[in-house]
């Protein structure tokens, strides 16, 4: 089959490589439809996740039609299905509380170490994220192995546009799962820093959630202009100064609650930035982290941090004084997809969550290290790439 | 259970920092000087996991290194290690102490190629399932045969235990061993 894989930092290519297969019991092979490149791919992209090997197969945002099942799958061959990031088991204690990206059973066992020493405990399995995450095969590719297929896929109505439910994958859940963990009130102000796709479903999911004003922060016009027609304020952080004008427009209390989606390569210069990158570029430090300080910063007292953007190393000038004088609770985590997808797959249906805007290029399979390039260095058009094999 | 006293806290005895917690770690005939314990929580009962356990035909599924386990009685049996260079190591090991649902305990007997003793020790936890805690000594190997038992153990027993309690979790809890093989082919390779 063809697939993107992975060669090092801005080095991917679409190669052949063996079918994959059923290994497991609880498996399905799925042929894969749609698939997006993410945010957090342009982290493995740009070369900061630890882990990688030449040749690995990306991608985490896929959906397709089942053409094989294991002897314990309760799928059927013909069904069109989403697949949830995260590679959960559905049957240990984490997985029974729905938090399903700290399945115990996710991660083969060999691949348990990093993480064990890195953060204490592993976590789930992730497609087409490095080893550590368990080295499996991702989906930007013609054909996938899926595990614990009996409990992860969410089975698609006949009929229904791939491009509408694709996002249920990741960035839907992200952005949901985000909002969700800024507790929001009736009457809230919410500000929102980053307007990718997790930032822009975190907008919309603040207002469905009772937000009565959402401000959200980014330097691309395009991006904060796709904020503002889901009815959110915007901050363009070059043209203003973030703080201070947040300050200005709550009031002087500062937002209610503050959602992080930007993550670990923000953009800017910044004077702790530059620091970052001077350090991570030297292995001193391994975040670039100005969104998550500024946000802290800007909470109001008592407030809520919710930080869906992923880190995955240790950051310095974390400002733990402001988090604990100010008695702010922080929420993170990467995103329980499975304990999400079927009620956010009723409101795509009953129209209540827009997710086809965000799509500004829809490719063949063949052109995604042009896709990966454009999502790189035109964020501003660049919304969100979809890959379709045999699109052309 | 543990004697806590010389330390003063409840920490099991093989996360002292002093070694000589050795003759506290209450395992029955210790072989060598080196000691490890890890614990993982399998959200079974405690009879089926002590039960699956018990039948020693079964660890070859989830501990990695060992090829094949026969019984020679209901206490004892002879097990085949994998080596390096296509080599097994063999020995025979007897069940000392054991209890339904609660412990085995084992020691190789003399003339092992590696020797070695333990116990695996089963909690019920409630509704977090049953708690198992493998703690296993062995003789700290020097010079060729240290090389060839740390290749044997991949790193060193710590991890090789970690891996196997983790596979065995997996095993209980999914009915499979997570891998990230995208073939048969692939997942043989890993295997062998
Ligand atoms: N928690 C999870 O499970 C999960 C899932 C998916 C993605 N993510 C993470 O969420 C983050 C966002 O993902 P995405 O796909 O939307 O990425 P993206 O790269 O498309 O969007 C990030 C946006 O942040 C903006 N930005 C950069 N620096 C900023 C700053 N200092 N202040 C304000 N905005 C700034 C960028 O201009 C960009 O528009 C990434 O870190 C990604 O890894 C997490
Ligand atoms: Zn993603
Ligand atoms: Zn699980």
């Known amino acids: 089959m063809r697939a993107l894989a992975w060669h090092g930092k801005h080095d991917v290519r679409v190669d052949t490589v063996d079918d994959p297969e059923i290994v497991n019991p609880r498996d399905c092979i799925i042929k894969v439809t749609a698939t997006a490149i993410c945010g957090s791919d342009l982290h493995l992209y740009d070369g900061y996740i630890p882990t990688m090997q030449a040749g690995d197969i990306l991608g985490h945002e896929f959906m397709g039609e089942v053409v094989e099942v294991g002897a314990k799958s309760t799928l059927k061959k013909g069904q069109k299905v ?7 088991c559905g049957s240990c204690y984490h997985c029974g509380k729905h938090q399903y990206s700290a399945c115990d059973n996710g991660l083969p066992a060999d691949n348990q170490d990093v993480a064990q020493e890195l953060y204490g405990h592993p976590m789930a399995g992730l497609f087409g994220y ?14 996938v192995r899926v595990p614990f297929s009996d409990v992860g896929p969410i089975v698609i109505p006949d009929g229904v546009d791939d491009e509408k439910v694709l996002f249920l994958s990741d960035i839907l859940p992200t952005g949901w799962m985000a909002a969700e963990n800024a507790q929001i009130e009736p009457g809230d102000t919410v500000a929102v820093w980053g307007c990718g796709p997790v930032g822009l479903f975190a907008v919309q999911s603040a207002f469905l959630m009772g937000a009565e004003r959402v401000i959200a922060i980014d330097h691309f016009p395009h991006r904060l202009e796709l904020a503002k027609k889901f009815g959110a304020e915007t901050i363009n952080y070059e043209e203003s100064a973030v703080y201070e004008a947040l300050m200005v427009m709550t009031g002087g209390i500062g937002p209610d609650a503050v959602i992080d989606s930007v993550g670990l390569e923000a953009h800017g210069f910044f004077v702790d930035n530059v ?3 001077i350090k991570a570029s030297t292995f001193l430090g391994t975040d670039r982290a100005h969104s998550i300080r500024q946000a802290i910063i800007a909470c109001r007292k008592g407030g809520r941090v919710s930080m869906p953007a992923v880190y995955g190393g240790f950051i310095d000038k974390f400002p733990l004084g402001a988090l604990m004088e100010k008695g702010l609770t ?53 919304t969100k790439v979809v890959l379709k094999p ?3 | 259970m543990h004697d806590t006293k010389p330390h003063g806290d409840d920490a099991p005895p093989s996360t002292w920092k002093k070694r000589d917690a050795f003759a506290e770690s209450g395992i029955p005939d210790g072989k060598g000087g080196s000691l490890v314990a890890r614990a993982v929580t399998i959200n079974r009962p405690v009879s089926e996991v002590f039960a699956y356990f018990r039948d020693f035909t079964n660890l070859p599924t989830f501990m990695e290194n060992v090829e094949r386990i026969d019984i020679l009685d209901n206490k004892r049996s002879h097990w085949v290690v994998k080596a390096p260079a296509g080599k097994t190591v063999e020995w025979d090991a007897v069940v000392i102490e054991e209890a339904s649902d609660r412990l085995i305990a084992w020691a190789s ?3 092992a190629d ?12 409630g509704a977090r399932g049953t708690v198992v805690t493998a703690t296993i000594a062995y003789d700290p190997p020097a010079g060729i045969v240290g090389k060839l038992i740390a290749k044997m153990f991949q790193r ?26 995208m073939n048969r082919k692939q997942h043989e390779e890993e295997l062998a």
């Open chain 1, 275 to 277: 620091l970052d990158q």
């Open chain 1, 390 to 392: 045999g699109f052309n």
């Open chain 2, 109 to 111: 007997e003399p003339g």
């Open chain 2, 156 to 181: 060193e027993p710590a991890i090789q235990a970690r891996r196997d309690l983790r596979r065995f979790k997996q095993l209980m809890e999914t009915g499979e061993i997570a891998t990230a093989a």
């Open chain 1, 82 to 88: 989403v697949v949830p990031f995260t590679i959960a």
């Open chain 1, 330 to 382: 922080l929420k993170t985590g990467q995103t329980h997809v499975q304990h999400y997808m079927p009620a956010l797959l009723n409101a795509i249906m009953e129209g209540k969550i827009d997710t086809t805007f965000l799509i500004s290029h829809r490719m063949d399979l063949e052109d995604a290290p042009k896709g990966y390039d454009m999502f790189k260095n035109n964020q501003n058009e660049v």
């Open chain 1, 130 to 143: 490095s080893h550590m995450t368990g080295g499996y095969a991702g989906g930007q590719a013609e054909y």
């Open chain 2, 114 to 125: 590696v020797a070695n003793s333990g116990q695996v020790e089963f909690r019920d936890a």
